[in-house]
């Protein structure tokens, strides 16, 4: 073989080498491609804008106070009502994707319920929301599935509000599927607090007072 055979064979040796670490970049660089345009097009959004307003866009599922004390969980009707009767924050389960539920002396405990940067909307602001959504606010929160009887929702505000029910003070859970409660900070008299709540058979934000011993979903805006 001479030495123009011996450079020829090297040469496409080194060539097929290039072409193999080549296919390997190419294979690297197209997963993470795909990897980066999941990301992009699939986010954990927790957090939306509406007017001039930030909202978190799930009901607060948190277990301990700001300051990191726990909050005692009612899980037994006699549990929920003792502590409505004594005046003591609770929380319960209310079924999966729905979040928690609070009587109200949760949401007022001054150890703070909300996360850091956050805290439980005052009515004033609950209303700067649905002032913000226009035409049909309540049909603007819904999600747009999980409502009893085609009772969903556009969700174009990004809000998914979903219909956690609530739990009273005996410690019965009612309108699962069909209403969404949410508790304001703000007290309506000694034995209420004002609230925002949604329903499966109208597009409309109703503003009510409810016994602080009951169980509503929290909704966080930013501080």
């Known amino acids: 073989m001479n ?16 072409y193999v670490q080549l296919q390997d970049i190419r294979s690297s660089i197209r997963q993470l491609i795909l990897k980066e345009k999941k990301v992009i097009e699939f986010p954990e959004k927790s957090e939306v804008i509406i007017g001039a307003q930030v909202w978190m866009t799930k009901n607060l599922e948190v277990t301990t106070f700001r300051n990191g004390d726990p909050i005692p969980q009612a899980a037994s009707d006699e549990a929920w009502e003792l502590a409505g009767k004594n005046k003591q924050p609770a929380w319960c389960y209310n079924g999966e994707h729905y979040g928690k539920l609070y009587n109200w002396y949760a949401v007022h405990d001054p150890r703070g319920l909300a996360p850091e940067g956050w805290h439980v909307p005052t009515d004033q ?30 969700n174009s505000s990004g809000f998914s509000g979903l219909p956690a029910g609530n739990r009273n003070y005996a410690g019965t859970f009612n309108d699962v599927g069909k209403y969404a409660y949410w508790w304001s900070s703000t007290e309506y008299d000694t034995g209420h607090a004002w609230s925002r709540y949604l329903n499966y058979y109208s597009s409309n934000v109703y503003r009510g ?15």
């Not at 030495?3 to 290039?18: K, N, R």
């Open 3 to 18: 030495i123009w055979e011996i450079i020829s064979v090297v040469s496409l040796v080194l060539l097929f080498v290039v």
């Open 209 to 223: 007072g409810y016994y602080k011993e009951e169980g509503l979903s929290v909704r966080c805006l930013r501080d």
């Open 125 to 154: 602001e609950w209303t700067a929301l649905e002032k913000a959504l226009g035409e049909n606010p309540g049909k603007n929160m819904k999600s747009t599935w999980g409502w009893h009887n085609k009772g969903n929702g556009t």
